[in-house]
């Protein structure tokens, strides 16, 4: 009763877990997705319509182009007539200076000269004068208008009308008298005295400006309430993009007039939901061992929440192209941490999401599709970097060929494609590189370990390693037939080879502390035979918890910790085990003295591990070998193992025991070159 009320707790507490879990998922990718209301379509001029037939649920005006409005208003402003206040004091002003700076004649002239140059400048001021700059920048338009405000009325005239300051200097001139006595006249300064009467009215110029530009119309047709306005295959022309968008322009308009948001939210909620339930029963039914994992279930939904995060974001404040975004890194840390088919359905709910942000949904999700599956296919065993330029280049490459079948789909001429989407695609294989790096912050964070850091920790020429090879010769020779013995039942029954190679390789590395304690390192002499049972068995015993410190000092990722923990399990170390018990038969046994710490393997690497370590070892004190001799050894000390319980905690099989055995054997023959017996020829007795 008792365990059943305590299996119904954990399935509940799990039932609660994943349940927190959907709901915090959701809640973050809601909480960044952006609100858009209204129909999200996907189109452009020249492609055809990829929906159902669109009718206007409302009257609606069709909007002009943002570049025909800008040509209309560039009209306007060229052709807009500024006001210019006349100001009559200027004149009386400059006159009457002019007049009483040479009231005694201009000197070495008649004194007609001076009334006749001051008929000129009143002549001047009477037709108007402008600032030369003011008047420059107008005068290259021959027909330019002007607003001559004059007390309260304002009158359109031609520029050329009007003088500058410098136009109307040289015009004094145009008189043969004066033109005649120059040289005399231009010593008086007489442009001192031609300063500009008309001034630019401005606030009456921008006001009336803003009026006229104002009342430009930005619409031009309307769309009635039921009216088509395409049809499935029809192909956008100008007019229908700018009706299309017309008729979003007044959605999200309408929209903004009546608050949307709370139906949006719902429609969000709904949506991310089903998916990231979607997910979460695909891992329920089918990737069960990944629940009771925190690690794996934390980096999953961590990478289906970071990417539709970013593509919020970058939608929200129109940074640059979502394509940039190299959404392939999921399923790539996916594949190489977990597994194919995982990486594939999270790549999918992911993208999904994804599409509920951007604007472009169809072509977003096949490229995006396609981009993941060639990571996936590319990276079926992640072993060296290179792979990773190797998987960059190709996903590259696929995006821009589905890319490409789709714009030719779309368009009738390659020249009228657009090109612009290629470089995204660059920028997203370069943003890719970054995986490796990354890829060790995954490992770190979430507890995983990389093929090719297994390769690099396998590595002989590593520190520990070659100390164990310099102090441990024996174990390290053991621990490189361990390894391929693993590793080839790792191979032929689907488990991780690259993985158990490795913890083969540092399985043993406790032994460095005494070696000659241990058979493979022994030349004859045994220092154990002088030793009680209970002493040689703590001492062989304690190769494991030495092994452990060893990897903590050296940093070893905990997964290759297991294997020094489980290569053993809780078995006992039998001879010394047996021997006390035969030298003690009445006496009772503290059997902890002779059981290794454990814990059993719990995974098929791990059993594979011992499997191989047990053979490997007893193999070396077979007095003869022979094919009946090894299979017999391994099927013994195996069985002994299965019957032990060791392997109740992980998901070996009894068909996989049985291919570990025939490979050992195998392979155990092939190292001690066993032969078959010939028969000898029997000779006749001699008569």
Known sequence: MSRLYNTDKLYWRNALTHTALILITVSIIVFFLPRNSGPQFSYDVGKPWMYSSLIAQFDFPIYKTEEAI?????????????????????????????????????????????????????????????????????????????????????????????????????????????????????????????????????????????????????????VLSGQKIIDRGEIVDDYLFRVLNSFEKETQRRSATVSTIPSTIAGQVLFVGIMIILFTIFLRLFRKDYFEKPRSIMMLYAMIIIFPVFVSLMMTNNILSVYVLPFTMAPIFIRVFLDSRTAFLTHVTMVLICAAAVKYQYEFIIVQLVAGLVAIYSLRELSSRSQLFKTALLVTIGSSAIYFSIQLMQDNSITTMDHSMYKYFIVNGVLLLFVYPLMLIIEKMFGFISNVTLIELSNTSKELLRNLSEEAPGTFQHSIMVGNLAVEIATKIGAKAQLVRTGAMYHDIGKMKDPAFFTEN??????????????????????????????????????????????????????????????????????????????????????????????????????????????????????????????????????????????????????????????????????
């Open 70 to 222: 800008k040509a209309e208003q560039d009209t306007i402003i060229k052709n807009f007539e500024p006001y210019y206040n006349y100001n009559k004091a200027v004149e009386q002003e400059q006159l009457g200076r002019f007049l009483n700076d040479y009231k005694e004649g201009i000197p070495g002239l008649s004194d007609d000269y001076v009334k006749m140059v001051a008929e000129h400048l009143h002549r001047l001021y009477q037709a108007g004068i402008m600032n030369a700059p003011e008047y420059s920048e107008l005068s290259p338009d021959t027909m330019k208008m002007i607003r001559l405000v004059n007390g309260k009325n304002a009158t359109s005239m031609l520029l050329r009308n009007f003088y500058s300051t410098l136009t109307a200097y040289e015009e004094l001139f145009t008189d043969a008298r004066l033109a005649a006595q120059r040289q005399t006249l231009q010593k008086c300064d007489l442009n001192e005295y031609i300063l500009p009467n008309l001034t630019y009215d401005e606030e009456r110029s921008e006001t009336e400006k803003e009026d006229i530009l104002g009342s430009v119309p930005l619409a031009s047709g309307m």
């Open 522 to 687: 022994q030349a004859g002499v045994n220092p154990l035979d002088k030793m009680s049972r209970i002493e040689a068995a703590q001492t062989v015993i304690s190769h494991v918890t030495e092994g452990l410190k060893t990897a903590e000092k050296y940093n070893l990722p905990s997964i290759i910790k297991d294997f020094i923990k489980t290569h053993h399990g809780t078995g006992k170390t039998k001879y010394f085990y047996i021997s006390y018990k035969n030298e003690h038969p009445d006496e009772p046994i503290d059997e902890s003295m002779f059981s290794y710490p454990g814990p059993d393997p719990s995974t098929r690497e791990q059993a594979i591990l011992m499997m191989a370590d047990s053979v490997e070892a007893a193999s070396r004190s077979l007095p003869e070998y022979t094919e009946e001799s090894i299979s017999r050894l391994v099927n013994r000390i195996i069985d002994s193992q299965v019957d032990d319980g060791f392997f109740a905690n992980c998901p070996i099989t009894f068909r996989d025991i049985t291919v570990a055995k025939q490979v050992m054997t195998e392979r155990l023959m092939s190292i001690y070159h066993t032969r078959i017996s010939y028969p000898e020829l029997k000779t006749k007795a001699a008569k």
